[in-house]
């Protein structure tokens, strides 16, 4: 795999990071700003609806710009807005910040996920995938943990400072090793017109996959946010353990992208029959027993591996069924993750606001699951066709 593959994976760990972390942080950034948790959840939904409206706006606008021009001048924005989130004092403008750091976010993941595909043959896209997310992975491994901790140690807001320094490196890999002409990338042929990608959406099985990798993306992101809330409150652990809890998580993410990068591409349909009812067997289950600490980071683990390895696989299905769209695709596959992304945080908020108890967002992540899966059985051999 191409050197240039694991220096997007370098800034997408730091993306991750970004956003993931505020699931350990959210405690503190409620108390800090006088808002409730449920409030501060919201930042997870904004930052979701950034990448929404952002992904296929800055693919469209900068498709024909440079590569490495788009993805630094991303990367530059979404650093400046973590210094003004850093030392904002109100929640409105940190809300904001979240949102126009997202749309950076999304310009970025965007070019980078067909800039990952333009570097590998036509049937390598889901390995090239698992490389791009494995940034996001070990962000939660790595990063989200630290972050949760230095935040614990030394307050939110030099978390936000961190991110913005360790966006430095990653410009200066992406300076040295992405091409700055699409023609550096890829032997491919011109791209087709704008229309013609956009066109791509009226597709029954790109639309689909996209629906599917929405809601079980939208299922994770719905359990994850609130994860700090069950760690402390229903499992009755210190806050240390949101942490160890992250990191499990993280852990078995990665081992979930990995297993199904390898399969992605050859086996589909094999990933989705069997990790898909397991996935939602897991979110049932630690619903049900979340008050046994032990069980619950077993299942937090086995969570992890199961959600990412299921929506990355879908994620991929959605990246084959764009392929007629080589500048587009990778903003309708980032638009995909993170309309599950805001979708699912907003509604776990809900939960919350309508009394339903901590574990509701967890069954959030049941039904949303189980809706996919109802689909998936629906659709018949629609979604894995080559």
Known sequence: MPFALHVLALAVFVMGTSEFMLAGLLPAIATDLDVTVGTAGLLTSA?????????????????????????????????????????????????????????ANAGFLAVALSTATALVPGNRKGRALSILLSG??????????????????????????????????AAIGILREVANKPGQMATKAVSPKLLAE?????????????????????????????????VTG??????GWISIALVMFGVGSFLGVT????????????????GGPL??????????????????????LVQGMLSFGVGSTLITRVLYAASGAPTMGGSYATAALNIGAAAGPALGAFGLATGLGTL???????????????????SGHALVER
């Open 259 to 274: 297993i199904a990068g390898r399969l992605s591409d050859q086996r589909p349909g094999l990933v989705l029959a069997v």
């Open 234 to 239: 229903i499992a009755g652990l210190a806050d």
């Open 47 to 103: 930052f979701a609806i950034g990448m929404v409206v952002g992904a296929p706006m800055m693919a469209a606008f900068a498709r024909r710009w440079p590569p490495r021009l788009t993805l630094l001048v991303c990367l530059l924005v979404f650093s400046s807005c973590h210094v003004v989130g850093a030392i904002t004092p109100v929640f409105p403008l940190l809300l904001v910040t979240r949102v126009i750091s997202a749309l």
């Open 279 to 300: 996935l939602l067997a897991g979110w049932v289950v630690l619903a049900l027993f979340a008050s046994h600490p032990v069980l619950l980071i077993v299942l937090v």
């Open 360 to 378: 509701a967002p967890v069954w959030v992540a049941s039904v949303l699951t189980a809706v996919a899966l109802v689909i998936t059985l629906l």
């Open 198 to 230: 956009l066109g791509q959406l009226g597709s029954p099985r790109l639309v689909l996959a996209m629906t599917l990798g929405a809601l079980v993306n939208g299922g994770t992101f719905a359990a994850f946010t609130f994860l700090a809330p069950v």
């Open 136 to 169: 996001t992975t070990l962000a939660n491994v790595a990063g989200v943990p630290a972050g949760a901790l230095l935040g614990i140690a030394m307050g939110w807001r030099t978390t936000f400072w961190a991110i913005a320094l360790i966006c430095i490196p």
